[in-house]
């Protein structure tokens, strides 16, 4: 039988997600993780389009006409095509800034998608020890529940030889109960953390292993990605002012036009055949007064600096109180640690002399179940704590903008 059990909880664990394992298919797989990656591609092709700007284009075009009947001084058939070139050299530098601005656009949503995912990586953690603590409750319930089911059957045979009273068998079964409602409930909130889980990660999690955080030991913090994207976001922001100044700048571009024409049923002004012509244009304009059009434009866009600066601001400010807070809560929960070991230890020793004194009947069914709850109680309390440092581990290293996963063994 013990080889039977042995054999069972090698397979599971064989079976098991570690946490690591966890982490690293949600960053693939996650459906908004994914779609973050994607999003940071939009800026690189305007790039892209905006540096295509600086070669030339070319155009190219034709026309038939035929009139009938054919006018005085007007060919009956006329038909011409052209190609043209055209070149900007020089526009102010718009294209400069605007190229740019999608450097810094690209920055902004990559430090977004690298945040999203060391949060995903916390929530992620945060279910998965979740799991673990209401497992451990789940535990501490059904030894609850067996010591409840044996004393039940012992003292239904003792009632029934009428050594003890009804009284007796009713606390018994409505404590029986009581956990069974307690187990009911907690399973439940195992199956719907483990919806969350499987929702967040990608994929169906069946089994979860035993994984381990390691302590924070000198980190040091790091600005957190979403301050790094509002800042790349600023800088964008100001390249594309700077591209929307360009136009009180000179604008010069130059062209050069081939053009063929003929025409048939000709008359004295057209003669048969054809001819052609090319004509180069260098143009210079610059534009002189708009009202201050170009220059509200710009305000508008500065406008969401100053802004950003303001988010930027209060964000420094909240990543250092989080570091802070975070520090204190993993000191917290160490000595919360240590408090509920020392309870669950006195627990089990409290529960092992009342239930010796109360099967030797010098104490009472109540003093019993007391005791069984609070055994209960402790063990799920301690497991509990354990838990909560690992979340408090990961809540560290994400106020101080590490990926979590790197720190899981």
Known sequence: ?????????????????????????ALKHNDLSVAKDISTKKPLLEKESINKDYY??????????????????????????????????????????????????????????????KQLQYNIVNLYYNIKSLKASLFALEKAKEYLNAELKRVTNLFSSGVVTEDEVKKIEAALFNTVY???????QISELKKNLNLAVGKEIENIGDSEILP?????????DTIKSLEAQSKAIEHSAKAIN????PQINIEDTYSLYGYDRDDAFHQKGEDHQNQLTLSVNMMLFDNDSVKKQKEAILIQKLSLQ?????????????????????????????SAKKSLE????????????????????????????????ALAQYKAALYNLQVAYAAYYLYTNHNIKEYVK
């Open 56 to 117: 030339p284009k070319i155009f190219i075009g034709g026309m038939y006409q035929t009139v009938n009947p054919r006018t005085f001084g007007r060919a009956g058939d006329i038909y011409s095509g052209f190609a043209k070139i055209s070149f900007n050299l020089y526009d102010g530098g718009s294209k400069k800034y605007k190229i740019k601005a999608k450097d810094f656009e690209f920055k902004s949503l990559n430090f977004q998608s690298k945040s999203f995912k």
């Open 246 to 249: 360009s136009a009180y700048k």
């Open 310 to 338: 303001k988010q930027i601001n209060y964000y420094k400010k909240e990543q250092n109180k989080n570091i802070k807070l975070a520090l204190l809560n993993i000191k917290k929960i160490k000595t919360q640690i240590k």
């Open 216 to 224: 924070p030991l000198n980190i040091k913090p790091d600005t957190l």
């Open 346 to 377: 006195a627990a089990n020793k409290a529960f092992e002399i009342i239930s010796n004194r109360y099967h030797s009947g010098e104490v009472t069914i109540v003093d019993y179940l007391d005791a069984l709850s609070v055994k209960t109680n």
């Open 182 to 188: 307690q187990i009911d409930n907690v399973k439940y």
């Open 1 to 25: 039988m013990k080889k039977l059990l042995l054999t069972a909880l090698l397979a599971f664990y064989a079976n098991a997600d570690n946490l690591k394992s966890i982490l690293d298919y």
